[in-house]
């Protein structure tokens, strides 16, 4: 039902493309029609054309009209003015036209219309066709008519998407009852899977910085000047940061045969990335790279590639996290699963083991407090090296140390012996990720004056510690004004470079999927004590604070709020979250397997929402 109501977009592989600059508009009517001329090389097969109602009439028709180089007509169509509400008319060819820079004319007219119901036709000033002339009243003009010319093609990645949903769903169905482990790797493989297929190159937020600090790091593997490059490998031609773009997509299908590399010219890498002070960041995508490198394939393979293996890591995590947490498994599964854990996961971004990082050190911990045993120095240098893994990639995720507390003080033996594995464990995070990230905190520290504004004209950390009042109301309004949107963003209503919307009912379907799953079935089935609950809390709102000062240093001064803060930098605190909100006053015997089927129905809804809102 969802992809009948709403179609899938198709690819669009243009030959001219799109002129959205609608600085001109000419009214067509009675005798006054316009055309353009253009010369185009290639086959196509479709044109989409800039037309609006005049006044919001839409009483009568215009005629569209396609001439060949013999001016001959090839193409009629006779266009109802109540289709123009939406602007952009698509007209289907009906047979795919090959044209070897050949002359085509482009004509609209409205013979029976009047001036005051007439049709809009929409032009730029910039000339952008070879020997294109744009003629309106029959005097010709340095314009260009807002109009493409593309060739039609079948949209591969939904179909490989719906392909792969289809058979994750069909393992699931078949594996849900043998190992809830081998269901999960199901879930989470599948639907990354499907979300890798679906989001295009670069699309993801930041991910061409990310990419080329893999990148780099592959060099450093592989033995390599770090920043002699092949030229390959960097040609984002074509390419489009932060959408899901159609022209990407294109790009895919043009540049995936052949396989193997066409060229081995280096280039000394200029562009800016993000530093390699903690490898691990970037290690498992460079994997992905210097594995297609040494198999000399082309810049496509290779970049799917360490797509791949930032997927591999993510999953390998969470099913690590799963196993691990004696409670709350279907909790932790769905959590990692939520729409954007798994488009940060297939893409170049560290957030994918900050994140799956963030889901092994809290199912450990709550191993911890749940398991018989007392708690030995190993695993302290676990719980520590988790935080060392983690931390030093974005600071502000230190604020997620102080979970260790969740674990019973009877666990440790002695109340000197728990503040002593407590303080190994805030302490080795600390002061690693600090010398880590000393150029971090450098620059929050300079640059601001007491009472004003940072050289740069932003905010600092000064001006927290000499007007904590400002500060105080900065941060009240910042939570206060975001915090709904937060929410959702942290679990998926916006994709890519926060362009690719997904429709809110999903987004609440998954939020009342992860709170229903928070019910318990009886009154014996282990709880959080007050205690655990005031330590998530406080770490939550930590976490807000450190991420709020974070974020201050790029919000201009003056701003009321601070600028910048994306619901995915709070997903490391959702499972906090949840434990927090436990009780033991709301009982129900909801069956998880069920819960799990509406998961797999709203992903499917996730789908039809991203194949259906592809950037042109």
């Not at 593997?221 to 040609?235: A, F, H, N, T």
């Not at 498992?284 to 040494?294: F, Q, S, W």
Request: aromatic fraction near 12%.
């Amino acid at each position: 039902v969802l992809f009948w109501t709403e179609p899938w977009d198709e690819l669009k592989d243009y030959m001219i493309f799109p002129q959205n600059a609608q600085e001109i508009s000419h009214l067509v009517y009675g005798s006054n029609s316009i055309e353009q001329t253009f010369v185009i090389n290639g086959r196509f097969d479709s044109m989409d054309l800039l037309l609006r109602n005049y006044n919001h009439t839409q009483e009568g028709t215009c005629t569209v009209k396609l001439y060949d180089k013999s001016d001959s007509c090839i193409y009629e169509k006779e266009i109802d003015k109540s289709d123009l509400d939406d602007g952009w008319i698509t007209l289907n060819l009906g047979q795919t036209i090959y044209a070897g820079l050949d002359s085509f004319r482009l004509a609209v007219s409205a013979p029976c219309l009047e001036k005051e119901n007439a049709v809009e036709a929409y032009a730029s000033n910039r000339r952008v066709y070879q020997d294109g002339v744009l003629s309106y009243k029959g005097m010709k003009n340095n314009q260009t008519l807002c109009f493409s010319v593309y060739r039609s093609r079948i949209n591969v990645f939904a179909w490989m998407a719906v392909l792969i949903f289809l058979i994750s769903a069909a393992a699931w169905w078949i594996s849900r009852k043998k190992s809830f482990l081998g269901s999960s790797l199901v879930i989470l493989a599948g639907m990354g899977a499907c979300m890798m297929v679906m989001m295009a190159p670069m699309s993801a937020p930041d991910e061409m910085y990310h990419y080329d600090s893999s990148l780099i790091l592959s060099n450093v593997i592989m033995g390599k000047d770090p920043l002699q490059v092949p030229s390959e490998y960097c040609d984002y031609a074509g390419f489009v940061g932060h959408y899901n773009a159609n022209a990407s997509f294109v790009k895919v299908i043009h540049d995936i045969l052949p396989v193997r590399r066409q060229s081995d010219t280096m280039i000394r890498y200029k562009g800016r990335s993000n530093e390699l002070q903690h490898p691990m960041a970037y290690l498992a995508p460079a994997v992905g790279i210097t594995i297609g490198r040494l198999l000399g394939l082309n810049f496509i393979w290779v970049y799917y590639l360490g797509r791949a293996c930032n997927l591999l890591l993510y999953l390998g995590l969470v099913i690590l996290a799963v196993r691990i947490v004696p409670k709350y498994k279907e909790l932790m599964l769905l959590t990692a699963a939520l729409p954007m854990c798994l488009h940060q996961a297939v893409s170049y971004s560290y957030d994918v083991i900050i994140n799956g990082t963030a889901f092994v050190f809290f199912a450990y911990v709550l191993y911890l407090a749940d398991r018989g045993e007392e708690v030995a120095w190993k695993d302290i240098w676990i719980l520590s090296a988790a935080g060392m893994v983690m931390c030093p990639v974005k600071i502000v995720y230190i604020a997620l140390m102080p979970l260790v507390l969740l674990i019973p003080r009877e666990k440790f033996g002695s109340l000197k012996r728990y503040c002593l594995m407590a303080a190994a464990v805030l302490g080795c995070t600390v002061i690693f990720a600090a010398a880590v990230q000393s150029h971090v905190i450098s620059g929050l520290l300079i640059g601001g004056q007491t009472g004003a504004a940072a050289v740069s004209g932003k905010y600092s950390v000064w001006y927290m510690i000499d007007q904590p009042a400002g500060f105080a109301k900065m941060v009240c309004r910042t939570v206060r004004s975001g915090c709904v949107l937060w929410v959702k963003l942290c679990v998926g209503i916006s994709l890519a470079g926060l362009s690719l919307p997904v429709d809110e009912y999903l987004i609440l379907g998954f939020i009342l999927i992860l709170l229903l799953c928070c019910l318990r079935k009886d009154e014996h089935v282990w709880m959080p004590t007050r205690y655990q609950k005031i330590v998530s809390g406080l770490v939550i709102c930590a976490g807000v604070f450190f991420i709020v000062l974070a974020l201050m240093t790029d919000t201009f001064y003056g701003s009321a709020a601070v600028a910048g803060i994306q619901g995915r930098y709070f997903i490391p605190y959702i499972m906090p979250f949840l434990l927090c909100i436990q009780t033991n006053k709301l009982t129900a015997d909801i069956d998880h397997q069920k819960l799990l089927c509406m998961y797999w129905i709203l992903q499917a809804g996730v789908m039809n929402s991203i194949l259906s809102n592809i950037s042109y």
